[in-house]
């Protein structure tokens, strides 16, 4: 009977690893950025995943490497494991979004893009006690005096969390000459903002519901909006949408993973296979709901693309907005 469930543990591994021409060894996912953040979190998931569901032998190590709002990581990758086939790591709108600002140490075609599996809500959270208890409240304050309300995130000046709150500050009625004005302060992660919010340093954070939703499931900050077309699903329904209270801006952040620039063909379908199977898997889709997230798939080629537009689109932005030259 032992020997029996020896053979059928071996057949679910070779069924799991799906009889590729590569098969991974001792896989790393970086998460560039420190632990409990979005990047984190997807590492961490995606990466039990590929073990409980037998896509890769062994577990998965993950590896926080912050700094740059991802460009730490990328520098490491592009010029120190670009061939590494055995390495993921995850990224977002917001890495692509530096990439666009010509933040990172290169373009884009420097990476082989793998595949995107959700996509998180971004929020704007304050503390319980706040003197800010809607969106009203806030921008009634920073319309008064922009420099009134310091806001924080993980991205920089002009970076995606940022552009989102400037999104709704200017349908709240911002004038465009104060958009400028309004303070903000970058971390590596939106539960650093978060910390630094309830330590007293900043008045409210925008960033993504997937990133702080620890302190959202504890009751330890107030979510004055959601920045989702419709209510979230799930235990999140109650939040309240931009939409709901006049504003009509959404603001979704894509995660999903790259890999090195000079991976081989093989192993760049081997991973994107593999993410498909996690992507499909039940388990994959109840972690998507119990962390008000919209489970969104790309991957391959289609993926590819899709970033290349999505670079295109934010450098055109960017410019526009005088981030960039």
């Given at each position: 009977m032992f020997v029996r469930k020896i053979a059928a543990a071996a057949g679910i591994l070779t069924a799991g690893l799906f009889l590729s021409a590569f098969t991974p060894q001792n896989v790393e996912c970086i998460a560039p950025a420190n632990p409990g953040g979005g990047w984190d979190f997807t590492c961490r998931q995606v990466s039990k995943l590929l073990s409980d569901l037998g896509l890769v032998p062994g577990n998965v190590q993950v590896t926080n490497m912050p700094g740059g709002t991802g460009a730490t990581a990328?520098?490491?990758?592009?010029?120190?494991?670009?061939?590494?086939?055995?390495?993921?790591?995850?990224?977002?709108?917001v890495g692509v979004t530096q990439i666009a600002q010509n933040r990172y140490p290169a373009d884009m075609d420097v990476m082989r893009w793998l595949a995107m599996l959700y996509a998180d809500t971004g929020v704007v959270v304050v503390k319980p006690d706040s003197p800010y208890q809607s969106l009203a409240d806030l921008f009634k304050a920073v319309k008064a005096d922009p420099n009134s309300v310091v806001f924080g995130g993980s991205s920089a000046v002009g970076g995606w969390d940022h552009l989102r709150l400037l999104l709704l500050a200017q349908a709240a009625g911002v004038p465009d000459a104060d958009l400028g004005k309004i303070r903000w302060v970058q971390y590596d992660g939106g539960t650093d903002a978060v910390t630094q919010m309830l330590g007293g340093f900043l008045g409210a954070v925008s960033t993504d519901?997937?990133?702080?939703?620890?302190?959202?499931?504890?009751?330890?900050?107030?979510?004055?909006?959601?920045?989702?077309?419709?209510?979230?699903?799930?235990?999140?329904?109650?939040?309240?949408?931009?939409?709901?209270?006049?504003?009509?801006?959404?603001?979704?952040?894509?995660?999903?993973?790259?890999?090195?620039g000079k991976v081989s063909d093989e192993a760049y379908k081997f991973w994107v296979d593999a993410l498909k199977k996690v992507y499909e898997s039940p388990q994959w889709q109840k972690i998507a709901l119990d962390n008000g997230l919209t489970p969104i798939w790309r991957g391959g080629d289609d993926f590819q693309s899709f970033v290349q537009d999505q670079v295109d689109k934010m450098r055109k932005i960017s410019k526009e907005i005088g981030v960039i030259q």
């Open positions: 990328y520098a490491n990758v592009m010029s120190k494991r670009s061939d590494d086939s055995n390495l993921i790591v995850a990224t977002s709108t519901l997937g990133e702080i939703s620890g302190f959202v499931d504890a009751n330890q900050i107030k979510v004055l909006t959601v920045m989702s077309d419709e209510p979230l699903p799930g235990k999140y329904a109650s939040l309240p949408t931009a939409k709901s209270q006049g504003y009509d801006v959404t603001g979704y952040n894509w995660r999903g993973f790259y890999t090195g």
